[in-house]
């Protein structure tokens, strides 16, 4: 599984990097054919409270699943992206193991 992450306008750091990996290689559990993910880090103006957005695209065969969700930090942006790609990876699974 490839993972790629895009800061946009912003270095993240060697520890949010680090995060990053640990948290999305976790994907694996559910769906064991994913061939890429990518991770896109912004931080949304104005710059107050709940500003930090993550989204996810996770590249399957034949497929795409895509998740976003903006919350006070990256680190809880990134595992609320997570968790709402855990249910679709389930799916898509159960229906390639039923062809």
């Known amino acids: 599984m490839d993972i790629s992450v895009k800061t946009i306008k912003f270095d993240a750091t060697d520890k949010l990097q680090e995060f990053i990996q640990k948290k999305v290689s976790k994907l694996e559990k559910f ?3 994913i061939r890429k ?13 709940m500003n930090k957005q ?4 996770v590249a399957l ?3 795409e ?3 976003e969700k903006v919350c006070n930090t990256f680190e ?3 595992q609320e992206s997570i968790a709402a790609l855990e249910r679709p990876l389930q ?8 062809k």
């Open 37 to 49: 993910v990518e991770v896109s880090l912004k931080v949304v103006k104005p710059e107050t409270a």
């Open 31 to 33: 769906c064991d054919n």
């Open 65 to 67: 699943l895509y998740a």
């Open 91 to 98: 799916k898509y699974k159960e229906k390639q193991a039923g």
């Open 61 to 63: 065969p034949g497929d």
């Open 76 to 78: 809880e942006a990134i």
């Open 54 to 57: 993550a989204a996810i695209t």
